[in-house]
């Protein structure tokens, strides 16, 4: 089985495929596209409720969001950009329950969070204005407060806060509770390490290379737990149960030792020392999925500097093999993984931010 996000309705669920497992995994020679100016953050979903794939990427440096619809068997059509004010992050998820996929990004010009609101039909209303969060540098999207609404992780990298905002469920968020953490934030991302039923979330510290749990109530508030040392300069982080033991783990992208770190949790909010893998350079985006159908999580990481995304097959105890690559477009900086040809199998689309393009790896597993 190999597993994808899929965001529908209010929160996010699991959708599962069932794919055979292979010996030997292989991905189709890279298929390019081209997209604007800087192209930096990318992310997938049926935007048009026809049962395929899409992607949207954000053209930072000429304020667009590009659009390319999936045709179901790995290609892709585009459509006419959105204009937005200066975008720099984008997601994808359901902030009004109506059951169609909306488009969220940090705005850098007024240090704002937008959504645009879908259609169903690959078209969408106007921004959404949320309230100025200074200095927004990415966010995470879940339901942090049990009441079926996305809210919103924002966190600032270079002022140390992470801004928690509830979703009202229409597209638009209350005014941001702030903690004030004293590091530089790499990213955030959630799950549940206490297994309490209340979402946590994870923040990485650049500053001093560790990450930081922060334990959820249940209700939008978190008391920071613990913090534990990782690789240099973590970029991006990814949760998923690596051991099959039903609990927690983490894993992170270190960009300045061209390593991945393994932290396996212990289900109470702490973590056993971190394993550390070789990766190729400057690894700046790492995720999950099964990609050779063994029913074990793998990971994938993009390596900025070596024009390739590479795979680290999981054991299903906590290990992982050496980093297999497969070649990409220069530059690759963001990465979004769905089954673009529905065969069943996890494919993978990056950004490609120096070549202006996004690079689409088909499974052939």
């Not at 189709?28 to 049926?46: C, H, L, Q, T, V």
């Not at 200066?86 to 240090?111: R, V």
Request: proline content about 3%; overall charge negative.
């Amino acid at each position: 089985m190999s597993i994808c996000t899929l965001q529908i309705k209010k929160f996010i669920i699991l959708r599962l495929f069932v794919a055979p497992r292979c010996e030997v995994l292989t991905f189709a020679p890279y298929i390019k596209y081209s997209a604007r100016m800087f192209p930096s953050s990318i992310a997938s979903g049926d935007i048009n409720n026809d049962n395929n794939w899409d992607i949207i990427i954000v053209n930072s440096f000429d304020g667009t969001i590009g659009i390319y619809i999936g045709d179901g068997n790995g290609t892709f059509s585009p459509l006419e950009p959105l204009v937005v004010d200066s975008p720099t992050k984008a997601s994808l998820g359901n902030f009004n329950g109506d059951d169609y996929i909306d488009i969220i990004l940090i705005s850098q010009n007024d240090q704002s969070v937008a959504v645009l609101l879908g259609y169903g039909d690959g078209t969408f209303q106007q921004e959404i204005i949320s309230p100025t969060i200074d200095e927004a540098s990415g966010f995470s999207v879940a339901d942090v407060n049990n009441d079926r609404k996305a809210d919103l992780i924002v966190y600032s990298s270079d002022s140390g806060k992470i801004n928690v905002l509830l979703g009202h469920g229409d597209g638009t968020f209350q005014s941001a509770t702030i903690i004030t953490t004293n590091h530089q934030i790499g990213d955030v991302a959630t799950g549940n390490f206490n297994g309490d039923q209340y979402l946590d979330f994870v923040a990485s510290n650049q500053d001093n290379n560790s990450v930081s749990i922060y334990l959820g109530y249940g209700n939008g508030s978190f008391q920071v737990k613990q913090s534990f040392p990782a690789g240099l300069y973590v970029a991006r982080l990814a949760v998923a149960d690596f051991n099959h033991d039903s609990k927690m783990d983490l894993a992170t992208a270190n960009a300045y030792d061209n390593t991945t770190s393994i932290l396996l949790g212990y289900g109470n909010g702490t973590f056993q020392e971190q394993q550390i893998y070789r990766t190729n350079a400057d690894p700046v985006v790492i995720a999950v999925d099964n990609f050779n159908g063994d029913s074990y999580i793998d990971l994938v990481v993009t390596n900025l500097n070596d024009a390739m995304v590479s795979i680290l097959l999981g054991y299903g105890n906590g290990s992982f093999s050496e980093p297999i690559s497969f070649n990409v477009d220069l530059s690759p900086s963001s990465i979004a993984i769905a089954d673009f040809n529905n065969d069943g199998r996890p494919d993978i689309s990056v950004s490609n931010t120096f070549s202006n393009a996004i690079s689409i790896l088909i499974n052939l597993c």
